[in-house]
């Protein structure tokens, strides 16, 4: 699934802060209450000075965001004086901070150190998700080194939408998120000094990379996410986050080769990386490799089981419900039928885990268990007429007649709200011709679905 931690690989080791000045202060922790799960602390430090005109942009920074904070879960503090290095980890555990803050600045520049703190969890989708842990890199702490010149107003304004972008992106707000991160984006200084570009370019990417993330696995607009991930690839071009992203991009634009030759080139400097593994499997899987599709499957499988995060365990579920659509598409549904299982036991309780569960367990007989996995599928759509014709025909299996003919009178009215004919008619004809293979294997259903089928043709017309 995401995000600028999201958005991002730990390139910079952990606790390299770069400022200038010789002077450090105590190795003490400041006491800050822990923030509640679902907030976004924000710590910031009061900067250090090093020449020119005293100013306090550490103050400025955090009035910037209060005055911009949109949600009570988002919540800016400061601290009374900047931790040594040595500490922040340990602050950033007591607090639950998202992000910290600290920073220097001279009579010509600022140089602000940022550490991010990513949830452990993925941000949060819709009903209908089809799981964006694919593309999500590993969720570890990751250090920027920014830089902003002296002379503008509010100079890390870019930082202020960088934050706002982060916390809508993690409450699953992508427009909110989109449109934060697309402002600090433009916001970035134009002219970098050398010994910084690296460092910013650090940072640019993740940028990229995020608003890839929202216009590709979000947003389904595959050509803007290739376009943002190539950007990112250009300024970190060893940068796994965006390499997945542009080999995602490639394939969904149907250029297989491409995204192959980006992935085996990963895997050669990555070779422990599962989401390379699972990429490079849903390929050979398209173009019909299927045994080496197995393979890397299991690989990504082998290589995901041994994390036990909460972001790991829904990868891992994401990866199980891939190969088991693998499996279904080879009509091994016994396989399929285990695979998905072994997803919802992780946790994935989507719209496309359930309606293909059920499904599945439906084809092999298993009526009841494709019955409670249709109930709730309709459930989370009940707009779709479909999932309300799966879970009514999964009831006629089952043997329940009398609640079989209540669903299907319920599908076949919210069918009819359809406005448009060929609509309508494609959901009764995938209905009656569900009933007709039901006969082929239920004989003793024969009448009932006769008497179905007459329904389903009237209300059609």
């Known amino acids: 699934m995401a995000g600028s931690l999201l958005l991002a690989v730990a390139l910079l080791a952990l606790g390299v802060w770069l400022l200038k000045s010789a002077s450090r202060p105590k190795a003490t922790i400041e006491v800050v209450p822990p923030a509640a799960p679902d907030t976004f602390l924000v710590l910031i430090a009061p900067f250090r000075h090093d020449g020119g005109e005293v100013y306090d942009f550490g103050a400025e920074l955090a009035n910037d965001l209060q005055q911009q904070a949109v949600s009570e879960l988002f919540q800016v503090q400061m601290l009374a004086a900047q931790p040594a290095e040595e500490v922040i980890p340990e602050l950033a555990a007591s607090s639950r901070a998202r992000a910290i803050i600290t920073g220097i600045y001279d009579e010509n520049s600022i140089e602000a150190q940022l550490y991010f703190i990513p949830p452990d969890t993925l941000p949060v989708a819709g009903p209908e998700s089809d799981g964006r842990a694919l ?156 045994q080496e599709a197995r393979v890397l499957f299991e690989q990504a499988i082998d290589l995901l089981s041994g994390a036990d995060t909460p972001a790991a365990q829904q990868a891992l579920a994401d990866v199980y419900f891939n190969r088991g659509y693998f499996f279904y598409q080879q009509e091994d549904y016994e396989s399929a039928l285990a695979d998905y299982q072994q997803a919802q036991a992780l946790g994935r309780a989507d719209l496309y885990l359930l309606s293909n569960l059920g499904w599945t367990a439906y084809l092999l007989g298993d009526y009841e268990t494709a019955l409670t996995a249709s109930t709730q599928a309709a459930a989370l759509a009940p707009q779709r007429p479909e999932l309300g014709f799966n879970k009514a025909l999964h009831l006629l299996a089952a043997g329940r007649y009398d609640e079989a003919d209540a669903a299907y009178d319920a599908a076949i009215q919210l069918t009819l709200k359809n406005d448009d004919v060929l609509t309508r008619s494609t959901y009764f004809g995938v209905a009656y011709q569900d009933l007709a293979d039901l006969a082929q294997k239920r004989p003793d259903l024969q009448s009932k679905i006769t008497e179905l089928q007459s329904r389903i043709d009237i209300a059609n017309g």
Do not use: C
Not at 175 to 196: G, W
Not at 212 to 231: C, E, K, L, T
Not at 239 to 245: K, Q, S, T
């Open 135 to 290: 593309l999500m890199p590993d969720l570890t702490p990751t250090h920027y080194t920014l830089y902003a010149p002296r002379g503008l107003g509010h100079p890390l304004q870019y930082l202020q939408n960088w934050l706002l972008g982060q916390h809508a992106f993690w409450q699953g707000n992508y427009d909110a998120a989109m449109d934060a991160l697309t402002m600090a984006r433009h916001l970035l200084p134009t002219v970098i000094p050398v010994a910084q570009r690296t460092h910013m370019d650090h940072f640019a990417a993740s940028i990229l990379w995020s608003l890839g993330y929202i216009q590709g696995p979000v947003r389904h607009d595959w050509p803007a996410a290739r376009g943002f991930f190539y950007q990112a690839m250009s300024l970190q071009s060893d940068a796994l986050p965006a390499i997945l992203g542009l080999a995602a991009a490639r394939a969904q634009l149907h250029d297989a080769p491409g995204a192959q030759a980006l992935l085996q080139n990963a895997l050669r400097q990555h070779p422990q990386e599962w989401q390379i593994h699972f990429a490079l499997a849903e390929i050979k899987a398209q173009q019909g490799n299927t």
